[in-house]
């Protein structure tokens, strides 16, 4: 016998055994349960040269008899069996797909590593009878390790030993890996400060290099920062305008058609002169290096500067697509209010473009204007009064951003605002071509928070001031509303605890005498509900649900009532079926008019409410009226 270790594996009842007719053709195979053939007791013999089982006689008095040599049982009138009769003179060839072996337990044993048999079993009751009873599935395994464990004392040492020899060694090499790992990434870092250091001196050369005319444009393109000279041999008019606002440096601001500094097709708009001759034009503003210029006998040598900036490609910027694309970076700041009042501390988000500048003006209080006409795409009229505090406020479209920031520019004004037009943040179109970097801060806004500033800038003044946009203070989209729990519920109920104050400001209130205008708020205490989000203090419209007041079906209200408190009134239906009617019309929360003097919270059931992402409260008490300020 070999040294190789075995396993047996009884076939469960759950097998199936393939029989097969004398004709030896696989195609004539059937299975039979095997739980079938153990109830029926099948006597097997061994047939050409013991290489072949084959059923011998099945035992059960129960079995449905066919004739010898009538081809096997037919289907019967009252339908086919689940499976054939077995006859006597039918092969047992496999269980469960396995072929089915005659080997001597001794041959099977003897068989090489990885061989498998599977053997048949019997019953040896009667010498004369070989029934059924089961299959052995013999498995020769492929030896891989021995467990072995010690039994002395002195063997357990020498194992303890020997353990804590191979963990010291193990330490040991993890140690050097360590060591290795830490020597090479030094070594790596070292590579890459030199290739970086290398970079950086080839980029200081590229920089302070004076760039040949062939390869501006190719610079340009890449938003790095280069040096290049034009040459003006003769004297007269060479048609380059500068930038009379920026101070301490002279900044090409247009250049005329068809003149020599146009035709040299180089020179752009936002480009820096930093030297004349053999003079630094660094820190010199426009009316200096005119002058030098003028002092300067010809050939008149002009070195210009080009500031690193983002990618640009030629082209107008059009605000009528808004086609987006990767290559441009968007500056997040906050618009806060001052005045009027009564929205004093609301804001607003605003996003600059990446092709204008920096504000410089932050914390600092501005006046906005609106813009005449609305689009800015005409000259604006010059800035009454102080310029440096006054930005404009104009809508999207109608012509390029370009065109809106020049007009506003050109009137004095230290920044523009540009409502959006369609619906969404208040974002510029990301890697818009640019023809120019534009020396004014043009900044974008919420159509929604626009449209409102705008409602207020046409019946009063405002003020403003700007700041860098706190990444904790990011709003975030409307969720549905939690469930509140039994604490919060009785709280809500309390209108003492619970209730809020909603002040109505009416912007375009007349005097009795209908002679002026003035601002009228109005007070009022409001109840949340024991549905919907909590209420968000911040501006809203107010609009009244119409034609069908009470809010039914968001199909009758007919309004326009993005982020607007809906007015709606009782009755109808309920008042989480008014809620999500007025959330399908683009409310941002919804005010139940009382007709009684009830100061019950609304309730509804969950049902109805499944997903409201609005806030709802009742009108509660009226308490009193403000005449203007």
């Not at 080997?103 to 068989?111: G, L, N, T």
């Not at 932050?362 to 609305?374: C, D, E, H, K």
């Not at 449209?451 to 003044?461: S, T």
């Not at 939690?482 to 002040?503: D, F, G």
Request: proline share 7%; glycine share 6%; with cysteine.
């Amino acid at each position: 016998m070999r040294s190789s270790r075995f396993r047996l594996v009884l076939v469960g009842l759950a097998a199936s055994i393939v029989v097969a007719s004398s004709t030896e053709s696989q195609g004539l195979r059937f299975h039979v349960p095997y739980a079938f053939a153990q109830t029926q007791g099948l006597d097997l013999e061994s047939v050409g040269d013991d290489t072949t089982l084959r059923i011998k006689r099945v035992l059960a008095d129960t079995q449905r008899t066919c004739q010898a040599g009538a081809g096997g049982c037919h289907a019967t009138d009252q339908g086919v069996s689940l499976h054939p009769s077995v006859h006597s003179t039918d092969r047992l060839v496999a269980v469960d797909g396995e072929s089915i072996s005659l080997k001597s337990f001794q041959d099977a044993i003897d068989m090489p590593p990885g061989s498998v048999v599977v053997l048949p079993l019997f019953q040896s009751s009667d010498p004369e009878t070989n029934l059924l009873s089961g299959f052995a599935r013999i498995e020769i395994l492929r030896p891989k390790t021995l467990t072995l464990e010690p039994t002395s004392p002195e063997r357990e040492a020498a194992v303890q030993t020997w353990q804590a020899a191979v963990a010291e060694q193990q330490q040991a090499a993890l140690a050097r890996e360590q060591e290795e790992r830490e020597r090479n990434a030094a070594l790596e870092n070292e590579r890459l400060e030199a290739k970086a250091c290398q970079e950086r001196e080839k980029e200081e050369q590229s920089r302070l290099e004076i760039t040949t005319h062939d390869r501006v444009g190719e610079k340009r393109a890449k938003g790095v920062e280069f040096r290049y000279e034009a040459l003006f041999p003769l004297n007269g008019p060479i048609g380059l305008n500068w930038d009379l606002h920026t101070k301490h440096k002279t900044i090409v601001s247009s250049l005329e058609f068809k003149l020599p500094a146009h035709n040299l097709n180089v020179i752009a708009p936002s480009d820096q002169l930093i030297q004349l001759n053999d003079i630094n034009t660094t820190n010199m503003e426009p009316h200096n290096v005119v002058q030098a210029y003028l002092s300067e006998s010809p050939p008149r040598r002009l070195v210009f500067l080009v500031q690193a900036k983002a990618k640009s490609t030629t082209g107008v910027i059009s605000d009528a697509t808004g086609a987006p694309s990767s290559e441009s970076q968007v500056q997040n700041w906050t618009m806060m209010l001052e005045e009027p009042a009564i929205l004093r501390g609301w804001q607003a988000r605003v996003h600059l473009a990446n092709w204008s500048v920096l504000p410089t003006f932050v914390n600092q209080s501005t006046r906005l204007l609106m813009a005449s006409p609305i689009t800015a795409c005409q000259p604006q009229a010059q800035v009454p009064g102080e310029p440096a505090n006054v930005a404009y406020l104009t809508y999207r479209g109608g012509c390029s951003f370009i065109e809106k920031a020049q007009n506003v520019r050109a009137s004095g004004a230290k920044t523009l605002v540009v409502v959006n037009n369609v619906k969404g943040e208040g974002r510029f179109p990301s890697g818009m071509p640019a023809l120019e970097r534009v020396m004014l801060p043009v900044n974008m806004i919420a159509k929604v928070d626009g449209e409102l500033i705008m409602a207020v800038l046409e019946h009063e003044p405002i003020r403003f001031h700007v700041h860098e946009e706190d990444p904790e203070n990011v709003p975030k989209p409307p969720t549905p509303a939690r469930k509140l729990t039994n604490e919060e519920m009785v709280l809500r109920r309390n209108p003492a605890k619970a209730a809020r104050s909603l002040t109505f400001w009416y912007i375009n209130a007349t005097s009795p005498s209908a002679t002026e205008k003035k601002s009228l708020s109005t007070e009022f205490r409001i109840l949340p509900a024991l549905f919907g989000n909590d209420v968000v203090t911040m501006p809203y419209r107010i609009v009244m649900a119409y034609p069908q007041d009470t809010a039914c079906h968001p199909k009758g209200l007919g309004i326009l009532a993005t982020r607007a408190v809906v007015l709606v009134k009782r009755g109808g239906c309920s008042f989480g079926v008014k809620a999500k009617s007025v959330e399908e019309v683009g409310g941002a929360g919804m005010l139940m008019i009382n007709s009684d003097d009830s100061l019950l919270p609304l309730m509804s059931d969950p049902k109805e409410t499944q997903d409201l992402t609005i806030w709802a409260a009742r009108y509660v008490i009226r308490e009193r009226t403000h005449g203007p300020d």
